[in-house]
T-cell receptor
Framework: DAGVIQSPRHEVTEMGQEVTLRCKPISGHNSLFWYRQTMMRGLELLIY????????DSGMPEDRFSAKMPNASFSTLKIQPSEPRDSAVYFCASSVGQVPNEKLFFGSGTQLSVL | AQSVTQPDIHITVSEGASLELRCNYSYGATPYLFWYVQSPGQGLQLLLK??????LVQGIKGFEAEFKRSQSSFNLRKPSVHWSDAAEYFC???????????FGTGTSLTVIP
């Protein structure tokens, strides 16, 4: 299996621009997670989906952030408009099943720089 | 509130020396505890996990961790560090509700020759 695939690996954009991060989970996994990693706050859960339905988006920082999962094999995290404080590494992860969830499979992350 | 604390932001050890990375958690019930490693430019990889039973758990790459309920700790150890162990290490607790995990802020490990 190719694992969780994220694109792009690196994104550099200017403040105010729209940014779209993409994720392809492992085939057969029905839970998908978006995390953000910063030096100050460490790894934070932004949102997670189960069977393509958003279950908890309480970690989404503000309305500029939105996430979709139109089908079981694809998810996007969009920031519009982007701001310099959004600069971080964004991880996507997927897993099988519900509680207890013993293993998450992480993608390699997208390094976002907003200038 | 549920939280995970990794008190050491950065640790430097010599190759061949022993290693212990600290993790403390705050959680309202029996926790499920995890250690992940993130190598430069890579995603996160699960090192080991604790659900129940033996409080000393063995993981990959020669790592082990001990769950101590009385101390709310889940410290990661390795008897002899290799240069390839240089990475960022994250402790996590979960799930709490649904499939949420809560992570510590990470400990950066540097290994010197």
């Amino acid at each position: 299996d190719a694992g969780v695939i994220q694109s792009p690996r690196h994104e550099v954009t200017e403040m105010g621009q729209e940014v779209t991060l993409r994720c392809k989970p492992i085939s057969g996994h029905n839970s998908l997670f978006w995390y953000r990693q910063t030096m100050m706050r460490g790894l934070e859960l932004l949102i997670y989906f189960n069977n393509n339905v958003p279950i908890d988006d309480s970690g989404m920082p503000e309305d500029r952030f939105s996430a979709k999962m139109p089908n079981a094999s694809f998810s996007t995290l969009k920031i519009q408009p982007s701001e310099p404080r959004d600069s971080a590494v964004y991880f996507c992860a997927s897993s099988v099943g519900q509680v207890p969830n013993e293993k998450l499979f992480f993608g390699s992350g997208t390094q976002l720089s907003v200038l | 509130a549920q939280s995970v604390t990794q008190p050491d932001i950065h640790i430097t050890v010599s190759e061949g020396a022993s290693l212990e990375l600290r993790c403390n958690y705050s959680y309202g019930a029996t926790p499920y505890l995890f250690w992940y490693v993130q190598s430069p430019g890579q995603g996160l990889q699960l090192l080991l996990k604790y659900f129940s039973g033996d409080t000393l758990v063995q993981g990959i790459k020669g790592f082990e961790a001990e769950f101590k309920r009385s101390q709310s700790s889940f410290n990661l150890r390795k008897p002899s560090v290799h240069w390839s162990d240089a990475a960022e290490y994250f402790c996590a607790v979960g799930p709490i509700t649904g499939n949420q995990f809560y992570f510590g802020t990470g400990t950066s490990l540097t290994v010197i020759p």
